[in-house]
């Protein structure tokens, strides 16, 4: 912290730091009393059933879901799919490698001096 931010920080009282503690107190309380009228009311519309039921439901879906994904990547990496795809990947990025430093070494050789098969399609066929 630096000296500027610390001197233009507020002091509290211990009487501020009492009233704030009483405000928070008072939050507290009152928020238990809603809280506890809201369950009240839940209880008796019959929505806290509703409520566990819809929450029953979304977690035996995201069980099933979870058990769903698993079994897939299972057989995929049974059936060696993602090795494939994984190699594949490594593929790619190896011939990216290379095309930019073929690109790159062209770039560097003025033109004149190009061979015909460093040339782009177009100015091969011109000539």
Same mark, same amino acid.
């Given at each position: 912290m630096t000296q500027k931010s610390a001197s $233009?920080?507020? %002091?509290? @009282?211990p009487e501020e730091v009492a009233e704030t503690v009483r405000n928070i $107190? #008072? =939050? /507290? !309380? %009152? $928020? *238990? /009393?809603?809280?506890? %009228? /809201? &369950? #009240? &009311?839940i209880r +008796? @519309?019959? !929505?806290?059933? +509703?409520?566990t039921e819809a929450f029953k439901e979304a977690v035996i879906t995201s069980r099933d879901t979870a058990k769903a994904i698993n079994d897939t990547a299972t057989e995929l990496q049974r059936r060696g799919v993602i090795k494939e @795809?994984? =190699?594949a990947i490594m593929e @790619?990025? %190896?011939s990216s490698r290379m095309t930019y430093e073929t690109v790159k070494s *062209?770039?560097? &050789?003025p033109e004149s001096q190009r061979k015909p098969s460093e040339m782009g399609v177009t100015e091969g066929m011109a000539q």
């Open positions: $233009s920080r507020h %002091e509290m @009282t $107190s #008072k =939050n /507290i !309380a %009152e $928020s *238990s /009393i809603r809280i506890r %009228e /809201i &369950v #009240k &009311v +008796q @519309t019959g !929505a806290m059933e +509703q409520l @795809t994984a =190699n @790619t990025a %190896e *062209s770039a560097a &050789v």
